[in-house]
């Protein structure tokens, strides 16, 4: 299928490394404008190197998504460089992985700053010119964690379930502005993320797959690349379970 997209201006938080990298070069090569957000200058550097190199368009964008200051400035600076953004891609994210009783503040704190209040953040400061033009599209990358739960994952299914209720009630408020709102919900995705896992955790998962296999971040793009699309105009709302069948 040949997806439509008209010279659109993306922003994709998380793009340094695997899933969000992933999502970037898919964009670019549709000819999206890409804004490449990570944390450390040089992932994002590297990524937007590579897709000016493959002759379509990119800039890093390196700030820290999880503090309100910079995620105001940086967006501020983009909306001084484009008319608007339109499509927005909140995929940043990390894992902080403990059992509840020994959870610290910290561990807490840091990934719901970092995988929902910051999804909050950038799409605030970005939505006014999308809404102006009346075109958009906002995709975040929640989890199977956040559908299902996970035993030693109390913040990150918390934080990626009140991403899911936060796309829905965008897909609400936004869609008398021709804007959709939608969360993707990976299962097992073989990124760096994952391989910080033990060894015999993957083994177990893998193996209470339908799929017996671990996704790819390819399989996370090519859905958000549909999302982002023309083609799409008519799904809102909606979590889309990319997950080798797990949980089904
Ligand atoms: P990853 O390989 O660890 O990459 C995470 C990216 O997020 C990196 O580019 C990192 O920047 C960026 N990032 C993290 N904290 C940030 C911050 N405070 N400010 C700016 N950027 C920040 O992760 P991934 O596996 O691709 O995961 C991408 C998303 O998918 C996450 O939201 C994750 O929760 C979700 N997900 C992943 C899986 C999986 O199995 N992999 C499953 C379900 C959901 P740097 O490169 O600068 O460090």
Redesign the pocket.
């Known amino acids: 299928m040949n997806l439509t997209f008209k010279n659109r201006v993306a922003f994709v ?9 992933e999502i970037a070069i898919k964009l670019a090569e549709e000819g999206c404008r890409v804004i490449c ?4 200058p040089s ?2 550097g590297r990524v937007a190197e590579e897709i000016k190199a493959s002759g379509a368009c990119a800039e890093a964008l ?5 503090k309100p200051d910079e995620c105001k400035s940086a967006c501020d600076a983009v909306l001084k460089n484009y008319p608007q953004v339109d499509i927005i891609v909140n ?5 902080r992985d403990n059992l509840l009783m020994r959870m610290s503040d910290e561990e807490w704190n840091d990934v719901i700053s ?2 929902l209040s ?1 999804a909050f953040y950038i799409t605030r400061n970005l939505i006014r010119p999308m809404m102006r033009n009346r075109w958009g599209r906002i995709i975040n ?5 956040g559908e299902m739960g996970n035993a030693g994952q109390a913040n ?1 299914s918390a934080a ?1 379930a009140g991403l899911i209720g936060f796309t829905k009630t965008l897909a609400r408020e936004l869609a008398p502005r021709n804007i959709t709102a939608n969360a993707v ?10 391989a910080a896992l033990p060894r015999e955790i993957m083994e177990a998962a893998k193996a209470n797959i339908p799929l017996k296999r ?1 996704g790819q ?1 390819a399989d ?1 793009a090519g859905i958000v690349t549909y999302l982002a699309s023309e083609e799409s105009n008519y799904i809102t709302g909606q979590v889309i379970s990319v997950n080798g069948g797990l949980g089904m």
């Open positions: 938080s998380g793009a340094g490394r695997g899933i969000g990298r957000v990570s944390k450390n992932s994002c390196p700030f820290d998504v999880s995929n940043a994210g990390i894992t970092t995988n910051s990358i929640a989890s199977i964690s990150y990626k919900a990976p299962g097992f995705i073989e990124t760096d993320m994952t671990a971040p996370i």
